[in-house]
C-alpha cells in the first residue's frame, strides 16, 4: 500500500495564490511517479478551482469538512453531495480545529464519516490529545474513544476511513511528537483497528502534528505511519513534494 500525503491549506488561499501552488506541484511532478498518494484539502470555496486545475493529474482533492446532514435548512453547511459534485475523493472530519472552535463531538464526527462513506467519499478521521490530556496520562484513553464512535457508527466499513493522528499540542506550535511518540499512538489506533475490521492493513493511519520537509522521513519511516496530514508545509510546493518523496 503506498503512503498517502495530504495537505490541509486550513482558511488559507486565493485563487491566485492557489493556481500558482498547485502549477507549481504538478510542474515538480511532471515525468515521475509520486513516490506516494497525494490529496489537497481546500476551503470549499476553491474546490470547483482544483477539480479544474487537478482533474486527470496524479493529485486528488478533497474538503476539510462535510455535514452530517443529507440536505435541508442547515444554513452555511455543505453536504456530501455538493462535494461529489466537485470531484472530491476526500472529507476531513474532527479536526481538532473544529472540534475545538466548533464543539464538534466524538458522535457528530461518527455521524460526519457516516455521510460521508455512505456517498463514495473516504472521511479523513482525525484523533488526538490535548497538552493536558497527554500530561495527565491520557493519551490513550482519548483516541481510542474517539476513534471508537466512529467504529460503532460505521460499522463494517471501518476499513474504508483514513485516520489522522494529531497530538493537540503539536499543531502549527512547531512542536513535534518524536517518531517513537507517534509510533507509539500509532500501533494503538492499529490494533483498535485490527479488533474491528479484518482489514486493518486497508487503514492508512496518518501522522498529522507539524509533519515537514524535515522530520517527515523519520515520521514516515516508522511502521505504522503510513502518511500525513499536512498542514502549514502543504501551502508551499517544494517542501510539500519533498514530503512526498520522503515516503518512498
Known sequence: MKKLIAGNWKMNGSLAANEALVKAMLDGLQ??????????????PYLAQLQSLLQGSPVAWGAQDVSAHEQGAYTGEVSVAMLKDFGCRYAI???????????????????????????????????????????AGQTEVVIKRQLAA???????????????????????????????????????????????????????ILYGGSMNAANAASLLAQPDIDGGLIG????????FLQIVAAAR
Do not use: F, N
Not at 499540542?169 to 517518531?179: D, L, N, S, V
Open 31 to 44: 515525468g515521475s511517479e509520486p513516490a506516494a498518494d497525494m490529496a489537497l484539502c481546500a476551503p470549499a
Open 93 to 135: 472530519v474532527g479536526h481538532s480545529e473544529r472540534r475545538q472552535y466548533h464543539g464538534e463531538t466524538d458522535a457528530l464526527v461518527a455521524a460526519k464519516a457516516q455521510r460521508a462513506l455512505a456517498a463514495g467519499v473516504t472521511p479523513i478521521v482525525c484523533v488526538g490529545e490535548t497538552l493536558d490530556e497527554r500530561e
Open 150 to 204: 466512529v467504529i460503532h457508527t460505521v460499522a463494517h466499513c471501518i476499513s474504508e476511513i483514513v485516520v489522522a493522528y494529531e497530538p493537540v499540542w503539536a499543531i502549527g506550535t512547531g512542536k513535534t511528537a518524536t517518531p517513537e511518540m507517534a509510533q507509539q499512538v500509532h500501533a494503538v489506533l492499529r490494533a483498535q483497528l485490527s479488533a474491528a475490521t479484518q482489514h486493518p492493513e486497508r487503514v492508512h
Open 232 to 239: 502549514g508545509a502543504s501551502l508551499k510546493a517544494a517542501d
